[in-house]
């Protein structure tokens, strides 16, 4: 049972990085400074911060131009809705800790 709330911990915490980097990057970006990497902001996204950064290209209006980001972000989002989906919903039994 613990495990849930470790796991809920991580996805908390990792969406709030990615909402936080994409303001930081926008930021940036309006100051000419040196810019967080788009790989960066995506690896964020995969490992499961995907909701929080599409929160953030939306608020802050970053990178909303760009067809990657435009579109892959909401792919990651359901391609991890889905693995949660089959995951949850699979006869097979996965036990965390």
Do not use: C
Request: net charge positive.
């Amino acid at each position: 049972m613990k495990s849930i709330f470790y796991l809920a911990g991580f996805l908390i915490i990792i969406n709030i990085v990615g909402f936080a980097l994409m303001g930081i990057d926008k930021r940036r970006a309006q100051r000419s400074a040196f810019r967080i990497p788009e790989a960066t902001l995506f690896a964020v996204a995969i490992i499961g911060g995907s909701l929080g950064s599409i929160l953030g290209m939306r608020l802050f209006h970053h990178k909303t131009k760009h067809w990657y980001f435009k579109f892959g972000m909401p792919l990651i989002l359901i391609l991890q809705i889905a693995v949660v989906a089959l995951l949850y919903f699979s006869p097979l039994e996965f036990k965390f800790m």
